[in-house]
């Protein structure tokens, strides 16, 4: 078996609630980092191995992942598409691939970046004829993952999640490698709620039946905010997720400062005496007014940073409006995400799409403002501003 036999299927059909106000007016694997989308660079690993053929399984605002990838033409692959109506669960996503597989494939979350070299091992495995496989890589905070337990090269459990202790630092790096019986037993499964694969895999390893493929390259993970800030910057350093060709229709004015980690889209316009430093994407049409600084930020399309305004550590969606003298002070932040309190993250905030702050208002670390809101001159944005607010002074 060569990997022209193997198809690939990325799962991309959820929503990303985590990343709210992003994901509200576009898929969690749509959201730009180092001004592509995240599924590019999965499709890119998917073509880098050698697979020639994708499955991608889409459901929640799925015609801005059609309309951006089409047939896979400008990748060198053939894209399919199947959808997934109801977010489920991933082994409910799987399954919804099952009509148009008919032979070994891999399977990996449209939302997760990893190397080539991860898909060519799984596919080398199951030409091995090795399935179900698991890849299992290290990470710092694997309680936040699906931590994998192991017996030498045996999957013994997949434990989302954990509350207690862990005692492995080891997790579920999101490819695996199936052959087309796994829809059975995705089918087979007893769960209540969402049917995640992982659940259908711990049944599976009660059999002892369960490979994990060990990986220790590039894992890129955007399960919150000021995950876009970190993969960015993790992308814009690494030379090799460049753009072959420099972007075009760039207005640069005289004595601006733009560091090498900073990536530059089309038709951007910085004025004079701008900063931007610190791994900044700024995404396509793009302006940044005179004596500007943006630093270690990620700039969406179509977007106005005004003359004198800071940005730092933020992200700023689409065709927002900063105005003169704003701030977002940047550092350190405490940020609730539905139930969960995160303390010590970098985030100084995020704006969401078609949102105009006014001239010298100021966001305070952590802030976190919502689509389509209008904010006055001088207001102080904290915690959380719900979409299409309103916000007045005094």
Known sequence: MSTDEVTAVILAAG??????????????????????????YVVEAVAAAGIDRIVLVVGYKQERIRNHFGDGDDWDVTIEYVEQATQLGTGHAVLQAEPVVDGPFVVLNGDRIV???????????????????????????????GVVQLDGDRVTEVNEKPEGPVDTNRINAGVYGFTPEIFDAIRATNATGELAITTTLNDLAERDSVTGVGYDGRWLDVSNLWDVLSVNAALVHDSDHARDAPATGQRVGDAVTVADDVVLAGNVRIGPNATLSGASAIGSNVTVAANAV??????????????????????????ARIGPNATVVGGEATVVVGDSVHRGVTLGGVVGDNTSIGGGATLTNGAVVGDDVQADAGVVLDGRVESGAVVRRG
């Open 15 to 40: 929503e990303g609630r985590r990343l709210e106000p992003l994901t509200n007016r576009r898929p969690k694997p749509m959201v730009p980092v180092a001004n592509r989308p995240l599924l590019e």
């Open 115 to 145: 190397d080539a070299a991860a898909v060519s091992t799984v596919c080398d495995r199951l030409r091995d004829g090795d399935a179900p496989l698991v890849t299992v890589t290290a990470v710092e905070t694997p309680r936040d993952y």
């Open 294 to 319: 943006v630093e270690n930020s990620v700039v969406f399309p179509d977007t106005v940073i005004g003359p004198g305004t800071v940005v730092r550590d933020a992200v700023i969606a689409g065709n």
